[in-house]
């Protein structure tokens, strides 16, 4: 695999991360069309709201919780149940793996990248 394609599929791929309650959470980084959809989903006035919309990325880029699939929220309300759901704890858990994902993608460091 080449370094870009390893990057790209770094980029792509589900990450599995514990929040300090002990629940397993999948992430995976957003992209173009998940933000689309989640400025979408929050209307105009939130999609101006910095603030909010930083602390809804990260319910949108949790995928699944303990095994049971998150659907992409539609709506505010559906937003603010994933965010209630995964709490600080999760939400935690879900933005140091963004960071991670970050890291790894911008340093080109990917564990499949070859030495």
Request: charge should be negative; avoid cysteine.
């Amino acid at each position: 695999m080449t370094p870009s394609a390893a990057i790209v599929e770094a980029a792509n791929r589900l990450h599995s991360t514990t929040d300090s309650e002990g629940r397993q959470i999948s992430v995976k980084r957003p992209n173009a069309l998940d933000k689309l959809r989640l400025l979408k989903a929050a209307g105009p006035i939130l999609s101006e709201n910095q603030a909010w919309l930083g602390v809804a990325i990260l319910a949108v880029a949790a995928v699944e919780l303990d095994g049971i699939p998150i659907p992409p929220p539609t709506n505010e309300q559906q937003v603010e149940a994933t965010v209630a759901r995964l709490g600080d704890h999760g939400l935690d858990a879900v933005a140091n793996t963004l960071t991670a994902i970050e890291a790894e993608i911008t340093t080109g460091n990917s564990s499949r990248t070859p030495i």
